[in-house]
């Protein structure tokens, strides 16, 4: 007897350590939260898809920030969907390039220790609240950062960490 093919979408993640001091470990942590992330949201009927999470340090993230979004200075993390561009035309079955998250190192690690958080859980937070702008949320409006405020601590929780925005009601600096 034949079953449909309910097969989730073959993803991939690449993660690259480009800049900053991140501790052993950091890759392995970013690609599994990233996963985590697009197989919990991730529509699968979209296909495959593949976005990279880069782990940089604040100057590189500061540049970005200025020659993209015109803000000259560093800021946690930053999203660059390649989806919010002109759809491209794919080949049948190729995946669908999500966009890169990049992580600024010293801004990650001196706000985990201002917030009193775990670096580790600062970070699970931030890689999802990145590959969650890749997917197209966002925080703009009220409405759109309670829908993504909810759905992060919902994902956070399957990962065993804490509502980051019970204390602090503030989205992740974008």
């Not at 989806?83 to 049948?92: K, M, Q, V, Y």
């Not at 190192?105 to 670096?119: F, G, I, L």
């Not at 702008?133 to 929780?157: K, V």
């Amino acid at each position: 007897m034949d079953t449909p093919d309910t097969a989730a979408p073959e993803l991939e993640v690449c993660v690259s350590r480009e800049a900053g001091a991140w501790p052993d470990g950091a890759e392995a942590l970013a690609e599994r939260v990233a996963y985590a992330t697009l197989a919990a949201s991730y529509p699968p009927d979209d296909g495959p898809a593949e976005l990279s999470v880069v782990l940089a340090d604040d100057a590189l993230v500061q540049q970005l920030n200025r020659d993209y979004r015109g803000k000259d200075k560093p800021t946690n993390v930053l999203s660059f969907a390649l989806t919010e561009a002109e759809e491209p035309e794919l080949e049948e079955g190729a995946p669908v390039l999500l966009g890169d998250v990049i992580l600024a190192y010293e801004t990650v690690q001196r706000e985990a220790a201002e917030q009193n958080k775990n670096p580790d859980d600062h970070l699970t937070h931030l890689v999802v609240h990145g590959v969650l702008h890749l997917l197209g949320y966002d925080h703009e409006t009220d409405d759109e950062a309670e829908e993504m405020e909810a759905l992060e601590t919902r994902l956070l929780a399957t990962l065993g960490i804490a509502d980051p925005y019970a204390v602090n009601h503030e989205p992740p600096d974008q």
